[in-house]
């Protein structure tokens, strides 16, 4: 097949998080002329006519959009266009990206479907919160764990009030709380392998040797500074279903739930966090998650048994279309 590996417009000069789709794009473009297709890579148009003119002669679109105008929420728009131009492309649908990029509305879906997800509030009225229970400030719409440090965690109403609209002021957008959960984080990633989704093996962050003082999350700098002190010390682990098949069995469930209730196509990953009685949460789902060689989908893939080349060459066969 002729692909056109369609990316987000990259500045030199961008953020980590999003120079890192260029790196991904590069690999996956590699990855199907092993595979034995004709690749080129391209940033996205957010003009029709432009848009037609780009993608005019391709077989198909490895869609890895992440953002329109750095904006996030607006990465829906590269599957609605392809959609409406009748281009094949890989991974989810607009709908299903436009959805799970607002977090709290995400959050309500999977509350009135009957999935666990933290207790959460926002801005203006912020109902529902307590100063006795402690709080992660995120993002509304922003991924990459733009915004995440230590200072993300506080405790009490003021608190996160203020948290908020500190990040406000700093990144733009909006932002909610979070009840934290002190426990441990699943990222469990899913692929579609013709007659639906397969789970893959199920990865578990765990924090070794951690600053008992620092909150146990996967922050910025950790995720994109590989000179953090907490990056080396976030080590992926594969062991859950062979040593935990009660609390594997739940997670792969809700995976598989979150999958169906969305509309989730090709790959996609939900992120848990396992509290101290082992009772897994939802909280988010990535239709698109990063697809770049060292991250953690391809880890998953790889224990799995599929190299690079063959996990990108099966997202590609089951493109839309």
């Not at 991904?24 to 029709?48: N, S």
Request: a negative charge; proline letters at 5%; charged letters at 25%.
């Amino acid at each position: 097949m002729r692909v056109l590996v369609l990316h987000s417009d990259v500045a030199a000069d961008a953020r980590p998080d999003e120079l890192d789709t260029l790196v991904a794009a590069e690999a996956i473009a590699a990855a199907l002329m092993e595979e034995g297709h004709v690749a080129v890579q391209a940033p996205f148009l957010p003009e029709p006519a432009a848009l037609a003119a780009r993608v005019s002669g391709a077989d198909l679109v490895f869609n890895l959009v992440e953002s329109v105008y750095g904006q996030d929420e607006l990465a829906m728009l590269a599957p609605a266009m392809l959609e409406r131009l009748g281009v094949r492309y890989t991974g989810a649908n607009a709908a299903a990206i436009a959805l799970t990029a607002d977090k709290p509305a995400t959050k309500r879906v999977l509350r009135a479907a009957g999935l666990a997800t933290p207790a959460w509030a926002q801005a203006p009225r912020w109902d529902g919160l307590a100063d006795d229970v402690r709080y992660i400030v995120k993002s509304a719409t922003a991924d990459a764990s733009i915004g995440l440090d230590d200072a993300s965690v506080v405790q009490g109403v003021e608190a996160v009030k203020a948290r908020a609209q500190d990040c406000a002021a700093r990144f733009g957008g909006r932002w909610f709380a979070e009840a934290f959960v002190d426990g441990r984080e699943f990222n469990v990633a899913l692929m579609d392998e013709g007659e639906g989704p397969r789970v893959l093996p199920l990865a578990e962050m765990r924090f070794t040797d951690w600053d008992a003082s620092r909150p146990k999350i996967v922050d910025y700098a950790a995720k994109w500074d590989d000179s953090d002190a907490g990056s080396a010390k976030m080590v992926r682990s594969f062991n859950c279903a062979a040593d935990e098949p009660a609390l594997a069995r739940a997670l792969r469930e809700m995976a598989l739930a979150s999958w169906e209730l969305f509309g989730l196509a090709g790959y996609a990953r939900v992120d848990f966090r396992v509290d101290g009685a082992g009772e897994p949460t939802i909280l988010e789902i990535n239709p698109n998650p990063c697809l770049e060689p060292g991250a953690g989908f391809a880890a998953a893939a790889h224990e799995a048994g599929y190299s690079y080349a063959e996990l990108i060459g099966r997202i590609a066969d089951g493109a839309h279309g």
